[in-house]
């Protein structure tokens, strides 16, 4: 198994696949490929569970379990989240791969404003996404920027632990949620009370969570989470929905004072088949756009605020960040139109780039030309 795992890695596989009864799978670049010819057993199903899961009492429990999360790592080669459900009466595993080296908004390629973003005193910020989005990568990296250059305590709370943080400027403590503590909500009550300057919450699901976490950006602190929406709009009717009527309004208004920005992305295919590349929506909170989050008959023009605060806030749209990607040859037209809020604007706008771009060489060499290849990489 060592070795699947080691070529799993080494061909780029963000997630394994293992159940009773068929081959090896790994998700390569965003396509399941098969990694062997030999189909799996119940047996050795159970056997690979048993090993991966860390705690005694639960591997004693193993017949009786249908859900299960830990994580693993295998010296040398790299850290695994794993997964462990059980389908037609036997287990199955998915592990995603975790690297060693934490990311940094260079390797992401992430816009200059996540530094911004990582470096407020207080608030909350939000990163969104698809499941398998990159969302763990980007908060792995906000905490980087902290860790590198600034004297804060981080404290995260995580089910489970993924990236593993090495103090460097910063101090970070990670805690599992089922290990460390029982619960997201009881463990980030007891980190208002662990002096935090900067609290990581895995996953913002339910209304406790969420009220705590709002609290906490209330009084000084800087809280980062996720939410599985796919646009900052989304996020906030997501947020607001998951209250009650009569509580919705006073949300909105303490979503408002405390919101600070809102990342939701995308992992597209590179136009040179070497991996996936992340597409963004950067709404950075202005005060125009806190007036909108209060009034939910403004909420609609939200989207048009991103993409004219790009020159002075370095807000972004989905189809302004797909449209830069296309223009530098990262990825496709035709995959950017794919994954595009307006698809028939951002056909546009190639288009008018690539007839702008001609115009002006024709003044230089004497001739038009309605070549764009410059535009698609």
């Known amino acids: 198994m060592n070795e699947v795992f080691k070529a799993a890695i080494e061909r780029g596989a963000s997630d394994i696949h293992m159940k009773a009864g068929d081959v090896i ?135 489970p632990i993924e990236f593993l943080h090495r103090d460097k400027k910063a101090s970070v403590t990670q805690r599992d949620i089922g290990t460390d503590t029982v619960s997201f909500a009881m463990g980030l009550r007891a980190a208002l009370r662990q002096d935090p300057d900067v609290i990581l919450i895995g996953e913002m699901r339910d209304t406790e969570t969420i009220d705590i976490a709002l609290k906490a950006a209330e009084t000084g602190h800087l809280v980062i989470s996720t939410v599985h929406t796919q646009n900052a709009v989304q996020t906030l009717s997501r947020l607001v929905s998951v209250f009650d009527r009569s509580e919705q309004e006073m949300l909105r208004v303490r979503l408002s004072e405390t919101l600070q920005a809102i990342i939701s992305q995308r992992l597209l295919p590179r ?31 939200i989207p048009d605020l991103i993409e004219e605060g790009r020159e002075h806030y370095r807000s972004q749209s989905f189809d302004q960040h797909l449209l830069e990607l296309v223009q530098d040859g990262s990825v496709s037209f035709e995959v950017a139109k794919a994954a595009a809020t307006t698809p028939s604007d951002l056909d546009l706008k190639v288009n008018f780039l690539g007839e702008s771009s001609g115009k002006e060489g024709g003044e230089e060499d004497g001739e038009g030309s309605d070549d764009m290849s410059h535009l698609f990489g």
Request: glycine share 8%; net charge positive; charged share 30%.
């Open 25 to 159: 799978r790994a998700r390569v670049h965003g396509r399941l490929t098969t990694l062997t010819q030999q189909r799996m057993t119940p047996d050795q199903v159970r056997a690979l569970a048993l090993k991966l899961i860390p705690r005694e009492e639960d591997r004693a429990r193993i017949d009786d379990m249908s859900d299960y999360d830990c994580s693993w790592g295998l010296p040398g080669l790299g850290r695994f989240r794993v997964n462990i459900l059980r389908q037609r009466g036997s287990l199955m595993i998915v592990m995603r791969v975790i690297p060693f080296e934490i990311p940094t908004f260079e390797d992401l390629r992430m816009p200059e404003v996540m530094r911004k973003i990582s470096e407020h005193e207080r608030g909350l910020v939000l990163v969104t996404g698809i499941t398998g989005s990159g969302k763990s990568s980007t908060l792995a990296a906000m905490v980087e920027h902290i860790n590198r250059n600034m004297e804060k305590h981080v404290v995260t709370l995580e089910n």
């Open 271 to 301: 136009a040179d088949g070497k991996g996936r590349i992340v597409a963004c929506e950067v709404m950075i909170v202005t005060g125009t756009i806190r007036d909108c989050i209060r009034d939910p008959g403004r909420v609609e023009e």
